[in-house]
């Protein structure tokens, strides 16, 4: 990764210029109009996580107030309040804390337990293959959303529990990742002069093999994260992810379905357009940076 | 040589519904605590707990446990349901044809819009067409499903009095079984029924119904449709043979239509079936939104009540007809592609 790409500058023939392919890459990614919104909204979206916490404490134990049921938008509550009168601005600014944080935890979560699934699966001879991708087929042959959902339905609801069922459902894509990679390199001469000169399996697996796979796993991670935060917000919704009364997007959006023929939309909106924004975001990076890493697997 | 080929695939998905069965099985040990209290809650009697032990076979070994789950399972027991003592089979076949229908008929919104636009995309290529349907496009996966459910039924449903919010059917309507040759029957797809019976009033009714959990559950896969119909149809629009057929005089239309779109078709038929069982999943959301009584509401409400044989049996059955729907489009696409029969 460390090659230099030469490209004679048009302006001044005499200079030449050079870039590592990572930074050839980034300007890549930052010259799509699309990945700069996208990044636009993902920086909104971490700031709003990180922020309100350390400026507008917030504890959702105590926050009600019935006399201000379901008031609509106004200068005091731009995005109104909910069925208990709470506020649905900050509710929603302190939900992407949860959103973000299960949605980035869940896929840290499956990148390091696929990653080395995968590594080992493709290196460590046919036997052990077979077997950890037959669980891996196992995980795909159901439908993902479905699978999370029964798993949580099964071991109780609750954050911690929707983060662990998102991760396992993804475990596979990750896996099969790394050891497309592995079984890809594995015969490569710079590979057996490495593993010639005495390398050990590890090094010679996180030193010289795994860089090659994080193109890949960069892309399907970022794409990830967006898929993990909709996969969220469905366990919300249905009661099994955050439970009331925290701020959590989905749950926001269970307990609005409530007022549906009230005629207050304020409750049904402006979660879901959270949801959207963010998960757009990572969608409209992910796409950026597929075709900025890997311009094979463009769409 | 397609049989033979078919035959092979379906002997690979053996091991995969063993695998399906041992993870679902193990469900019941994901319950924390004691699976017979978790299910009658802790006010429970001894004896009552007894019962459920006794039941779901929790005092044999696991081996044991497993066997006696597998046999029953391929005689059609998935168990019984402990809040209303039905038998989860007979759940299913009341209720899977609702679900059916409501998929067939997303999916079917989601090809009519998505592959065209697709295509279209694809010829006009960074036009304001191709720009404004790829925007959608993302946007539509961007998307949580029952949100846009939601936001249906309140604009379409609430505000504007169009479409009915809730159910598959008015009170009011009701559908006459068919009668071929004295037989009575139904199929339980309400729009086949009123089809068949020249039912239009019925018809009608069901279609309204049918509209918006249909739009909402189809916006997914129209858009991963129209996405990647756009890129295959590019692809193939980049080849060889295209500017042959365009050097030989051939129309534009013809290129496309003769020419182009049967080739792009191909990868596009992979990501049908593999939607078919995300639909499934997504169906359990958009279900519980417009009350449809399919096996995604009842999944719901199973989940609510911890009724945990319910949540086992609903989720090996989508499983196995989620690996039955992959099956299928494998053994399609060799008839479109003979290139893979010979791998």
């Known amino acids: 990764m460390q090659q230099t790409l030469l490209a004679p500058d048009a302006a001044a023939p005499g200079r030449i210029k050079s870039r590592s392919l990572w930074r050839d890459a980034w300007h890549r990614l930052i010259g799509a109009h699309t990945v700069r919104f996208g990044m636009f909204i993902l920086v909104t979206f971490t700031l709003m996580a990180i922020l309100p916490p350390l400026l507008l404490p917030y504890d959702p134990q105590v926050d009600s107030s019935l006399s201000m049921r379901l008031e609509p938008p106004s200068w005091v509550h731009p995005f109104g309040t909910d069925g208990q009168g709470r506020d649905v601005l900050v509710r929603i ?22 990653t080395l699934l995968g590594l080992i699966s493709g290196y460590a001879g046919p036997k052990v293959d077979l077997l950890i991708m037959f669980f891996m087929d196992i995980l795909l042959a159901f439908p993902g959303t479905l699978l999370a959902i029964a798993m949580v339905a099964m071991s109780g609801p609750g954050l911690r529990n929707s983060l662990l069922a998102i991760s396992v459902v993804s475990i596979p894509t990750y896996a099969r990742i790394a050891r497309s990679t592995v079984l890809s390199l594995k015969q490569r001469e710079y590979v057996t002069a490495a593993r010639c000169i005495g390398c050990t399996a590890p090094r010679l697996l996180f030193w010289h093999v795994f860089p090659n796979s994080l193109p890949p796993l960069v892309v399907q991670s970022t794409l990830g994260v967006g898929s993990a935060i909709l996969e969220t917000a469905a366990l919300g919704f249905l009661g099994l992810g955050a439970q009331p009364p925290a701020p959590e997007w989905g749950a926001m959006l269970a307990d609005s379905y409530k007022y549906l023929t009230t005629g207050s939309w304020w409750v049904l909106l402006f979660p879901g357009v959270a949801i959207m924004l963010t998960v757009l975001g990572f969608n409209l990076v992910g796409d950026g940076l597929r075709d900025a890493l890997d311009p094979t697997l463009r769409m | 040589m397609i049989w033979r080929y078919a035959v092979k695939r379906f002997l690979t998905i053996i091991p995969v519904f063993i695998g399906i069965s041992i993870l679902v099985f193990s469900f019941i040990r994901l319950i924390p605590g004691d699976p017979a209290v978790a299910m009658l809650g802790e006010r429970a009697t001894a004896e009552s707990v007894a019962q459920i032990r006794e039941n779901l076979g929790l005092e044999k070994p696991i081996t044991e446990q497993y066997l006696i789950y597998v046999v029953k399972v391929l005689r059609g027991d998935l168990g019984k349901s402990i809040l209303r003592g039905d038998l989860v089979a007979d759940d299913i076949r009341h209720r899977f044809p609702a679900t059916v229908e409501l998929t067939m008929a997303a999916m079917l919104v989601a090809l009519l819009v998505g592959f065209p636009a697709g295509i279209i995309s694809a010829t006009r290529r960074n036009s304001i067409f191709d720009n404004a349907s790829r925007l959608v496009a993302l946007t539509g996966v961007s998307m949580p499903v029952f949100w846009l459910g939601l936001m249906m039924a309140w604009f379409l449903g609430v505000q504007l009095h169009i479409l009915p919010v809730s159910g598959r059917l008015n009170f009011d309507t009701t559908i006459q079984p068919i009668r071929i040759l004295g037989h009575e029957f139904r199929t339980n797809l309400y729009v086949l029924d009123s089809l068949l019976t020249g039912n239009l ?79 499934l ?3 359990l959301l958009t279900e519980t939104i417009f009350s449809w009584p399919g096996i995604g509401l009842w999944a719901f409400e199973a989940i609510q009540a911890r009724d945990y044989p319910v949540v086992q049996g609903m989720t090996l059955f989508i499983a196995a007809v989620f690996v039955l729907a992959n099956l299928t489009v494998d053994i399609l696409y060799t008839v479109f592609d003979p290139r893979i029969r010979f791998d």
């Open chain 1, 93 to 114: 600014l302190h939900g992407s804390r949860v959103s973000l944080g299960v949605g980035v935890g869940s896929v840290l979560l499956s990148v390091i337990i696929g």
């Open chain 2, 201 to 279: 009033p019925a018809l009608r009714d069901t279609l309204a119904h049918l509209a918006m959990p249909a739009i909402a559950l189809g916006t997914i896969p129209m858009a991963i449709i129209a996405r990647m119909t756009r890129s295959s149809m590019l692809e193939v629009l980049g080849l060889d043979y295209i500017r042959t057929a365009h050097a030989k005089g051939l129309s534009e239309q013809s290129v496309i239509f003769r020419h182009a779109i049967k080739n792009a078709m191909l990868p596009v038929i992979t990501v049908v079936g593999l939607q078919f069982g995300r639909l």
């Open chain 2, 281 to 283: 999943g997504g169906a």
